[in-house]
């Protein structure tokens, strides 16, 4: 029942308008060390309280005291409940009582009352060092004295030290000096002259008794050694000097200057100060004295409020062989400066009170504190700042802060209550305390994004590791509590056919969204997906941000070179001898997977021959040209090795390897008629390379008939305009721009005029006789010029953006270049013409293909065609 009230009770103070505390001032006595159980007195009677209800309103000892004491709820009975130890409470204070506060219910009361704590003689007297040696000379007057160490009780009033004992003996005897219980001293004086030849060495015993009963006691051993000579002691001008001190004096402030004088001559009348310290007394180290001149000044660390005054004792020594020594008192007094601000300390607060709270419903309790003294302890309190609470005075230095307004959580969830505490010194010091108050509410409001951002853009490079992080969704609750406690999911919806649960997921707590799995650029460039933030109200309230998300790309292709083709044979290309700069050896064609700059390839040539300066590669198309003119010293034939690289960071790059093959003009090639080609003979064409063959034929075939269709649909339209007194003809007008015409590349018609007969698309010009050779072209360099007749059998292939150097067009996986439809090394010859400007024209003819015998039929037919045309011209003359 105890323990479900003190959990109950704080809620308990927010239903009572305002706290009541007995004013009635209770005094009890118990005396120290008394055994658990002992009664103290009857607190219900002293209270007035029914002892009836005394358990039903939960009636329990409180406060900072409540350890040593409990009441017992049947009787009311004040009883001891832990050791008290009076010395470690109250140090050496003549009074010791400790504040005890008690607490009721129903209505709840609080009552506080004081309980004295009576000493008992449970500590012997003692001295700090076990034993003193004295050093006196035998021409000692009787009188001298001679300081003896004090004894130190715990104990106070008639158990505290109450006289000192000297041993028996017939040369010393024991003055007593009684300044009050703090101030009692012992000195010994000698009272018959010593005689070293007799007795060099005294041993002694001080006794120092308490007044209990019966008493207890304290020894110190006291070694008298004699000595000779020197016979006058240093006498001080007074016995006893006092002076005072503020507190916090810096380092090096003088006191007072003690002087002595000493009659004899030499060294034994130069007198050395020094402090008296048998008790290893840490307050006397706050001072230093000069050692010549006796003036006393501070060390440092001087607080009045931990001890209020020191008592020095002063040695004025001679420097005779024997020396002499008087000693005197100093006594300090340490006066109070205002340099403690007071302590605020909140003994019990009510963190959320609701906002319908009556006024004067208690929040905490507060305990003020100042150790200074006087007015410098007395302490003014207030609360700054404009908030509907106020601070009530109930006891002493103990305070209250309780509601003074009417609570709105809509205009003010939580309260910054600024206490400040000043005292009345001059100049006055003051403690600022900030206590937090809360205000309740109900789940009236939904989460809600910044600004308010209902949609976020994320952009992550490919490849990414499971779990990387994509954004942080936060979402914010002006509630407080659960109903502020936010949890974020994702929407489960289809995403690009995909559940997106399987692509993303959100950290409940936080909002922070991450990826379940690796992406992948070339297969899914972006995607979206939502996040729902639900408070934890009753019932929830909920928003929903949309997250889009851009994937990268990230250079995870390395370049794929179609020609040469990396099947583990080696391209062997040809190169006639003398042929001239700038002769095309070859081309290297590559493609890379990725994307955008990832996917820029760049050709280099690696120099690994002194010779090899005599080819170059270009670095945007591949294509492999001599730098010079082929000679005779140059060697027959070359590896060269062109490394494509691409645009990536870091770049990836592949190598080719390419034979060049310097020869002569090539012999006249005959057919062997005994040379027969088997089916599995290597000269049979390969499966692939008739395959090839098929679909190039197909896709020309397919090209025609398309044209031919056509041209018969634009020629019927021309035919049939109103007004049309023309046979039906092709236009060049009725053609795109680009040389889709039937007209030849330079856009003009076989006889100059604007149009052309129909019948020419249908009867295609035989191939001139004369055959170009271009052995670049079998590595697939075909390129002729855009704008060629559809009647000329021209072909354009775009590999690249646009314009020689250009970087090559980027082509998709599984993409096949116009490179793949050439076969390198097979015999058939397919002659491109690129313009047709005449009959006799024979400039724009591309051949690719075995070029045996070529320029020996070339030079044939050339010779055939200038007989017959000079036949022609004798018929004319």
Avoid at 10 to 35: A, H, K, M, R
Avoid at 442 to 463: G, L, M, R
Avoid at 631 to 652: A, W, Y
Wanted: some cysteine; proline content about 7%; glycine content about 6%.
């Amino acid at each position: 029942m105890l323990y479900l009230f003190i959990r109950l009770w704080p809620f308990l103070l927010l239903s009572l308008p305002l706290l009541e505390i007995g004013s009635t001032q209770i005094v009890y006595s118990v005396t120290e060390e008394s055994s658990p159980g002992t009664t103290v007195g009857n607190l219900a009677k002293d209270l007035h309280l029914d002892v009836q209800e005394l358990e039903s309103r939960g009636f329990q000892i409180s406060g900072p005291n409540k350890k040593y004491f409990e009441v017992n709820v049947k009787t009311g009975i004040l009883t001891v409940t832990d050791r008290i130890d009076r010395e470690e409470l109250c140090s050496r204070n003549v009074k010791c009582s400790l504040e005890v506060e008690a607490i009721v219910n129903s209505p709840l009361n609080l009552y506080r009352f004081d309980v004295k704590i009576l000493d008992i003689n449970d500590n012997a007297p003692t001295f700090r060092i076990p034993g003193i040696v004295l050093n006196v000379s035998e021409s000692a007057f009787p009188g001298e004295r001679f300081t003896l160490p004090n004894a130190f009780d715990v104990d106070v009033g008639g158990y505290s030290l109450k006289n000192y004992k000297l041993s028996p003996n017939e040369h010393f005897t024991l003055d007593v000096q009684n300044g009050g219980e703090q101030t009692m001293s012992a000195e010994m004086v000698l009272q018959k002259a010593l005689d070293r030849e007799k007795q060099p060495v005294i041993k002694l015993t001080l006794t120092a008794v308490d007044g209990g009963k019966p008493p207890k006691s304290g020894t110190l051993h006291i070694t008298v050694n004699v000595q000779d000579v020197n016979d006058n002691i240093p006498v001080f001008d007074k016995s006893l000097y006092k002076v005072a001190v503020p507190e916090n004096a810096p380092r090096g402030t003088s006191l007072i200057s003690v002087h002595a004088r000493d009659l004899d001559e030499g060294l034994n009348g130069e007198i050395i100060y020094s402090f008296i310290n048998h008790d290893n007394d840490d307050n006397v180290d706050k001072f230093v004295i000069n050692p010549t001149t006796g003036e006393i000044t501070v060390n440092g660390g001087i607080d009045h409020e931990k001890n209020n005054a020191v008592e020095i004792r002063v040695q004025a020594k001679d420097k005779g062989s024997s020396p002499r020594a008087s000693h005197c008192k100093v006594l300090v007094e340490i006066t109070d400066v205002n340099d403690n601000p007071p302590e605020i300390s909140v003994t019990s607060l009510v963190n959320v009170v609701k906002e319908d709270a009556p006024l004067d419903t208690m929040v905490g309790l507060i305990t003020i504190k100042d150790d200074d003294a006087d007015k410098n302890g007395v302490v003014d309190v207030k609360i700054v700042d404009s908030v509907p609470f106020k601070i009530k005075n109930t006891y002493k230095n103990h305070y209250s802060l309780v509601v003074d307004a009417a609570l709105d959580r809509e205009r003010a969830s939580a309260y910054n209550v600024t206490i400040v505490a000043s005292d009345q010194g001059t100049p006055s010091l003051s403690s600022t305390s900030v206590i937090t108050v809360h205000v309740s509410d109900v789940n009236d409001n939904a989460p809600s994004f910044k600004e308010p951002q209902t949609s976020y853009t994320v952009y992550i490079t490919e490849n990414n590791a499971p779990g990387a992080s994509l954004c942080v969704v936060k979402a914010t609750d002006a509630d407080a509590g659960e109903n502020a406690r936010i949890t974020y999911t994702v929407l489960n919806d289809n995403n690009h056919g995909i559940p997106i649960a399987s692509y993303v997921s959100v950290k409940p707590n936080t909002g922070e969204a991450y990826t379940l799995r690796a992406f992948d650029f070339e297969k899914l460039r972006e995607f979206h997906f939502q996040i729902k933030a639900q408070d934890n109200g009753v019932p929830p309230l909920h928003r929903v941000a949309t997250v889009y998300v851009y994937i990268m790309d990230q250079n995870d292709h390395v370049p794929r070179i179609v020609y040469p083709p990396a099947n583990g044979s080696h391209t062997t290309e040809m190169l006639m001898k003398n042929a001239e700069a700038g002769v095309l050896v070859t081309k290297v064609t590559a493609w890379d997977g990725d994307a955008g700059q990832n996917a820029w390839l760049l050709y280099t040539l690696e120099q690994t021959h002194t010779e090899l300066d005599l080819f170059k590669v270009h670095e945007y198309t591949g294509e492999i040209r001599t730098t010079r003119r082929v000679v005779e010293d140059n060697s027959t034939s070359f590896i060269l090795t062109v490394l494509v690289r691409d645009n990536g960071l870091p770049p990836l790059s592949s190598t080719a390897t390419i034979h060049v093959h310097v020869m002569e003009l090539p012999p006249k090639l005959t057919p062997d008629p005994k040379r027969i080609i088997r089916p599995n003979s290597p000269l049979m064409l390969s499966n692939i390379t008739i395959y090839l063959i098929i679909a190039l034929s197909a896709t020309t075939f397919v090209f025609l008939v398309t044209v031919f269709v056509l041209a018969i649909v634009r020629c019927h339209a021309y035919c049939t305009q109103p007004g049309s007194c023309s046979p039906c003809c092709v236009s060049k007008k009725n053609f795109p721009e680009g040389g889709t015409s039937a007209t030849g590349g330079g856009g003009r018609t076989a006889g100059g005029g604007d149009s052309i007969p129909f019948i020419s698309l249908l009867q295609p010009k035989a191939p001139n006789a004369d055959w170009r050779y271009s052995a670049s072209l079998r590595a697939g360099g075909v390129s002729p010029p855009m704008g060629a007749g559809v009647d000329s059998n021209s072909w354009h292939f775009r590999y690249g953006p646009g314009g020689p150097g250009a970087p090559p067009q980027h082509l998709k996986p599984g993409e096949v270049p116009p490179e793949a439809f050439i076969i390198p090394g097979s015999p058939a010859i397919i002659s491109i013409r690129q313009n047709q400007g005449g009959d006799d024209d024979k400039s724009d003819f591309i051949t690719f293909g075995k070029k045996e015998e070529a320029k020996k039929k070339k030079k044939k037919k050339k010779e055939k065609k200038d007989k017959k045309d000079k036949g022609k011209d004798d018929g004319d003359e």
